[in-house]
C-alpha cells in the first residue's frame, strides 16, 4: 500500500511539472489531452489516482491497454489523456506530440 502510494506521487509530481517522469524524458514519451496539448495538473492527478486502484489489479490495466486504439490504461481513460512520443523541434524550443 505504502509503495503503491509512494508510485503514484512519484508520477503525479513529475507529470505535474513537466508531463513526465524521468524515465519517460528518457523514452521520449509524454502525458497529453487527447488532442495532443499537456495535460492539466487535474487530468494528472485522476489518472495517477486511478493508477493507486490499477496497480493491484494488473490483469485489468492490461485488458484495457489492448483494447483501446491508444493503448490507454484506465486512468488515462478516465482523465482523457494518452501517453505519445515527444518531438522536440530544437531550432524554435518547442515539442509537439
Known amino acids: 500500500l505504502v509503495c503503491n502510494a509512494a508510485a503514484c506521487a512519484y508520477h503525479s509530481v513529475f507529470e505535474i511539472l513537466w508531463n513526465q517522469t524521468p524515465g519517460k ?13 499537456p495535460a492539466e495538473g487535474w487530468r494528472i492527478l485522476v489518472r495517477n489516482t486511478v493508477r493507486f486502484f490499477e496497480l493491484p ?6 485488458v484495457c491497454m489492448v483494447s483501446t486504439k491508444r493503448l490507454q490504461r484506465l ?7 494518452r501517453v505519445c512520443r ?12
Not at 75 to 81: F, M, N, P, Q, S
Not at 86 to 97: F, K, L, N, T
Open 25 to 37: 524524458m528518457l523514452a521520449g514519451i509524454a502525458v497529453r489531452r487527447l488532442d495532443g496539448a
Open 57 to 62: 489489479l494488473f490483469l485489468i490495466w492490461m
Open 75 to 81: 486512468g488515462d481513460i478516465v482523465a482523457g489523456t
Open 86 to 97: 515527444v518531438i522536440r523541434d530544437p531550432e524554435r524550443g518547442e515539442e509537439s506530440a
